[in-house]
């Protein structure tokens, strides 16, 4: 059974960095598309970056040129470097992937606060 688990969450000032990991027990076959959401005190979820498979890279608006995804491809963990970080990117923090086969799966979340 794959499980998706996060880490790397924390409480940052502003203007400060973060690097998320998203790693994964079990075996994940074909990944179609990994993904960080994110989602404020009542906020909607929204997605912050995706990966595809051939590595391209998409980013909210909110957090172009501040933020970074990458996976490392020999044991498919997603990163998410974060710069410059706004009280405004405080939220939960999740990875999903989805498989070739349409197999979606969820990591558990972590926490990122930004504040003075």
């Known amino acids: 059974q794959v499980q998706l688990v996060e880490s790397g969450g924390g409480l940052v000032q502003p203007g400060g960095s973060l690097r998320l990991s998203c790693g994964h027990s079990?075996?994940?076959?074909?990944?179609?598309?990994m993904v960080w959401y994110r989602q404020g005190v009542g906020k909607q979820r929204e997605i912050v970056a995706e990966?595809?498979?051939?590595?391209?890279?998409l980013y909210a608006d909110s957090v172009k040129g501040r933020f970074t995804i990458s996976r490392d491809n020999a044991d498919n963990t997603l990163y998410l470097q974060m710069n410059s970080l706004k009280p405004e990117d405080t939220g939960v923090y999740s990875c999903?992937?989805?498989?070739?086969?349409?197999?979606?799966?969820w990591g558990q979340g972590t926490q990122v606060t930004v504040s003075s």
């Open positions: 999903y992937v989805r498989d070739s086969y349409g197999r979606s799966y």
């Open positions: 079990g075996n994940i076959y074909r990944v179609y598309a």
């Open positions: 990966m595809t498979t051939d590595s391209s890279a």
